[in-house]
């Protein structure tokens, strides 16, 4: 079975830099994973959830939210199966929990992720 497992989130002062993880498992024997894309995704509460970032397994490729673009970088570790969210200049409306998630196929797609981890929380005081 897939599973996601995500650290890295805390609290810190506007302009600061946090680096999120998300660490997988049971990727090799689900068919067609390896083959997909990860992606981070955040949540304010009573709002939906939006995407942020996402890379592709197989090559690298990568997309960004306009919000992320310039602040935000998304990488990954095939062998680890871990991918990363590092977040600089961050701002108070970066404020959310954060979540990793999986998806199946080689679009590098801001929809249709089907396994996800728990969250965790990143404030941005200002």
């Known amino acids: 079975q897939v599973q996601l497992v995500e650290s890295g989130g805390g609290a810190v002062q506007a302009g600061g830099s946090l680096r999120l993880s998300c660490a997988g498992s049971?990727?090799?024997?689900?068919?067609?994973?390896?083959?997909?894309?990860m992606g981070w995704f955040r949540q304010v509460a009573g709002k939906e959830r939006e995407f942020v970032a996402a890379?592709?397994?197989?090559?690298?490729?990568?997309d960004y939210a306009d919000s992320a673009k310039g602040r935000f970088s998304i990488s990954k570790d095939n062998a680890k199966l871990t991918a990363y969210l590092q977040m600089n200049s961050l701002k108070p409306e970066d404020t959310a929990v954060y979540y990793c998630?999986?998806?199946?196929?080689?679009?590098?797609?801001?929809?249709?992720?089907?396994?996800w981890g728990q969250g965790t929380q990143v404030t941005v005081s200002s």
């Open positions: 890379i592709r397994w197989s090559d690298g490729r990568t």
């Open positions: 049971g990727f090799t024997a689900s068919y067609g994973v390896m083959a997909g894309v």
């Open positions: 998630a999986a998806r199946r196929g080689v679009v590098v797609a801001r929809t249709g992720y089907e396994y």
